[in-house]
């Protein structure tokens, strides 16, 4: 079975820190472009941050630029999302997603592209 497994979320002070994982099982996440996506409540599904399948290059929006890190390990087959200098409008469901052979920012704008979802990890950022 081809799963996705976020963990990591929690409730943390503005200015923490937080390091989401994003655990592939039935298959591996090497050919694949890899995702994080968050959703706030009432807001539409945003791109955060990806790392593309072929070279590792990394992309982040322009308001987790800085603050944010996406890495990889293959060995491990898992995603993880460093998330350093949290503010409250950080909050929200933090998704990773899969997507075979791609790479380029606008897997930022793509959710639709991806083929494999988790089902979210929630973080809190108290002011």
């Known amino acids: 079975e081809v799963q996705l497994v976020e963990s990591g979320g929690g409730l943390v002070q503005a200015g923490g820190s937080l390091r989401l994982s994003c655990a592939a099982s039935?298959?591996?996440?090497?050919?694949?472009?890899i995702g994080w996506f968050r959703q706030a409540p009432g807001k539409e599904r945003e791109g955060v941050s990806c790392i593309s399948s072929s070279d590792g290059t990394t992309y982040y929006a322009d308001s987790v630029k800085g603050r944010f890190t996406i890495s990889r390990d293959n060995a491990k087959n898992t995603v993880y999302l460093q998330m350093n200098s949290l503010k409250p409008e950080d909050t929200a469901v933090y998704y990773c997603?899969?997507?075979?052979?791609?790479?380029?920012?606008?897997?930022?704008?793509?959710?639709?592209?991806?083929?494999?979802w988790g089902q979210g990890t929630q973080v809190t950022v108290s002011s």
């Open positions: 997603a899969a997507d075979w052979g791609n790479s380029g920012s606008y897997l930022l704008d793509l959710p639709a592209d991806y083929d494999y």
């Open positions: 039935g298959f591996t996440v090497d050919p694949y472009a």
